[in-house]
C-alpha cells in the first residue's frame, strides 16, 4: 500500500493559500479517480500565523488520519518559515520545494539538511509579475506538479480554473504553466 501513498507537507502563513494549494492538489487527484485527503492544521486563525496544511494522494484507498510526519515531498510557501518544523521527519528521499531567490546550496545550509530532493524557485516574483499580488500558492503547485507527477498538469489547470473564475482563474492557470517549466532541481 505504501508504495502508491504520497504524503505531503505544506508551510505557509495564514492568508498564502497554503490549505488552498492543500485542497487544489486533492481535488486534481480527485479528477483523475484517485484517493485523497487534505486538511489543515493551524493555532489562532490569523493573517500571517504560521500554519501547516497536509494531503494524501493514492492509488489505493487511504487508511491513516493522522498528520503527515514523514512526508514524501515537502513545500515551503514562506521562506521565513525555514525552521525545525520543515525538516521535521524528513527521508532521504523526501523531495523539497521552496519558495525563495536563493540558491540551493544557501537554502540547504539554512535548513542543516543534505539529504533529499531540493527544487527552489521565486514563486513570489513571479507570482507579483503575473498576479500582482505575492500569493504564492498555485505557483507552487506547478512546481510541486512538475517534480512529483502525483497528478497531470491538465488535472491541475482544470481544477483552478473550476476554482477560480474569469480573469483571475486564467492568471492562475498561466502562472502554474511558468512555474511547472521554470522549477529547477539543484
Same mark, same amino acid.
Given at each position: 500500500? #505504501? ?6 507537507? +505544506? *508551510?505557509?502563513?495564514?492568508?498564502? $493559500? ?7 492538489? =486533492? /481535488? ?7 484517493? %485523497? /485527503? @487534505? +486538511?489543515?492544521?493551524? $493555532?489562532? &486563525? #490569523?493573517a500571517?500565523? !504560521? %500554519?501547516?496544511? +497536509? ?7 487511504? *487508511?491513516? *488520519?493522522?498528520?503527515?510526519?514523514? !512526508? ?12 525545525? @518544523? ?16 536563493? @540558491?540551493?546550496? &544557501?537554502?540547504? =545550509?539554512?535548513? $542543516?539538511? /543534505? ?8 514563486a ?5 509579475? %503575473? ?7 498555485? =505557483?507552487?503547485?506547478g =512546481? ?13 489547470? /482544470?481544477?483552478?480554473?473550476? #476554482? +477560480? @473564475? ?9 502562472? %502554474? ?6 522549477? $529547477?532541481?539543484?
Amino acid at each position: 500500500m #505504501r508504495e502508491s501513498l504520497i504524503e505531503i507537507r +505544506f *508551510h505557509g502563513r495564514g492568508g498564502q $493559500g497554503a490549505w488552498t494549494a492543500s485542497l487544489l492538489l =486533492a /481535488q486534481a487527484g480527485l479528477k483523475e479517480e484517485k484517493y %485523497i /485527503q @487534505s +486538511f489543515p492544521a493551524f $493555532g489562532p &486563525e #490569523r493573517a500571517g500565523a !504560521p %500554519i501547516t496544511a +497536509f494531503t494524501r494522494i493514492s492509488e489505493e484507498p487511504i *487508511h491513516l *488520519h493522522s498528520s503527515v510526519y514523514e !512526508p514524501d515531498v515537502v513545500v515551503v510557501l514562506d521562506p521565513t518559515l525555514m525552521g525545525p @518544523s520543515v525538516v521535521e521527519g524528513l527521508k532521504p528521499e523526501t523531495k523539497i520545494v521552496v519558495n525563495t531567490d536563493q @540558491s540551493p546550496e &544557501e537554502m540547504r =545550509a539554512i535548513m $542543516g539538511v /543534505q539529504e533529499g530532493k531540493l527544487y527552489v524557485l521565486d514563486a513570489t516574483s513571479l507570482a507579483l509579475k %503575473i498576479l500582482g499580488r505575492p500569493i504564492t500558492n498555485t =505557483a507552487m503547485l506547478g =512546481a510541486v506538479v512538475k517534480v512529483t507527477g502525483i497528478v497531470k498538469l491538465d488535472s491541475m489547470l /482544470q481544477v483552478v480554473g473550476e #476554482r +477560480f @473564475s474569469g480573469r483571475i482563474g486564467e492568471l492562475n492557470k498561466e502562472l %502554474i504553466k511558468i512555474t511547472y517549466e521554470e522549477v $529547477g532541481e539543484e
